[in-house]
């Protein structure tokens, strides 16, 4: 991925890490994730340097996940109106921060740490002071999120994050993945939540591991399998060498999309890579409220997840 001078990259500066085989690059435009590999293998399906992000690759979704209804949503007494950036749905989606540019906090070999402040706006009438760590290591790759309220009143928060993992051979369709939820949420033909169905026995029943095939999912998964640390494991498996990609997350994201990206532009995009985003609340949770964090004035809201990958 490269080609352009970083100066000159649509995504900003680039901030490369690593750790033994381990290299990430971290973009200064959203504190994007926009590469990952371990020694020859590309666990993250990103962008060129040259490019601008498409599809959400790595982006960071704050201050809500995916898609909220018509722009729209009340919290506390205050009503609030954010810009459709998916008009063809009528939605708003992923948030605000993903186009902004970050600040780099500190920097060394094997971390990275991004700042933001989220000032107030019609679309979210609250100061938010969003910090996100990307740390390599022997554990693999660690993600360390804050979202600090500094204000004097209660904000709403909700967090994603869009990596798409890639899929060795070209296609999902031939990757084993494992997800261990026994609910998903159903959606109407706007991607907003109607309803729950459970999982057991569907096409969308990945608890004990099989391969995608034709399935095509945008999906939000939810009642996840944990261990006992609150820690949910979903695994990508290439059945022919056994090597694996697991994302885990821990309690503070509660919910699972999966996307296998049968919708991207351009065409060749589609179903080359597995989109597994780490989720705190459903799509339009901002409007429900379901499941969005009230930060309290001066208070800091905290969550990790990661990525390992092993070679078969």
């Known amino acids: 991925m490269t080609g352009t001078p970083t100066r000159d990259a649509p995504s900003g500066e680039q901030y490369e890490i690593g750790f033994g085989r381990e290299r990430a690059v971290v973009t200064e435009v959203g ?178 591991g099989r391969v995608v095939g034709a399935t095509a999912l945008d999906t939000a998964f939810g009642e996840l399998e944990r261990d006992g640390e609150g820690v949910a494991r979903i695994a990508l498996e290439e059945v022919a060498s056994g090597a694996s990609t697991t994302l885990w997350m821990d309690s503070s994201f509660r919910y699972l999309m999966a996307f296998t990206g049968d919708t991207l532009t351009p065409s060749e995009r589609r179903r080359t890579a597995l989109a597994l985003e780490p989720m705190t609340c459903p799509p339009n949770a901002l409007q429900t409220g379901q499941d969005i964090a009230r930060i309290a004035p001066g208070n800091t809201w905290r969550g990790r997840w990661g990525v390992t990958f092993r070679q078969g």
């Open 31 to 208: 504190a994007t994730l926009r590469s990952y590999e371990v020694g020859t293998h590309q666990v993250i399906e990103g962008f060129d340097v040259g490019d601008i992000c498409d599809g959400g690759r790595g982006q960071v979704l704050a201050p809500w996940p995916n898609r909220l209804a018509d722009g729209i949503y009340e919290f506390e007494g205050v009503s609030c109106r954010v810009p459709l950036d998916e008009p063809e749905r009528h939605n708003a989606i992923h948030g605000l921060v993903r186009w902004l540019p970050w600040s780099i906090v500190s920097r060394a070999q094997n971390v990275v740490v991004m700042a933001c402040t989220l000032y107030p706006q019609p679309a979210y009438p609250w100061r938010l002071d969003l910090t996100v760590e990307y740390r390599l290591g022997r554990e693999g790759l660690v993600v360390t999120a804050l979202a600090k309220n500094p204000g004097l009143s209660p904000v709403p928060f909700g967090m994603g994050f869009h990596p798409y993992f890639a899929a060795t051979g070209g296609r999902v369709d031939s990757m084993r993945l494992v997800i261990p939820a026994s609910r998903r949420l159903v959606t109407d033909d706007r991607g907003l939540p109607s309803g729950e169905a459970a999982t057991a026995g569907t096409e969308y029943d990945f608890v004990h």
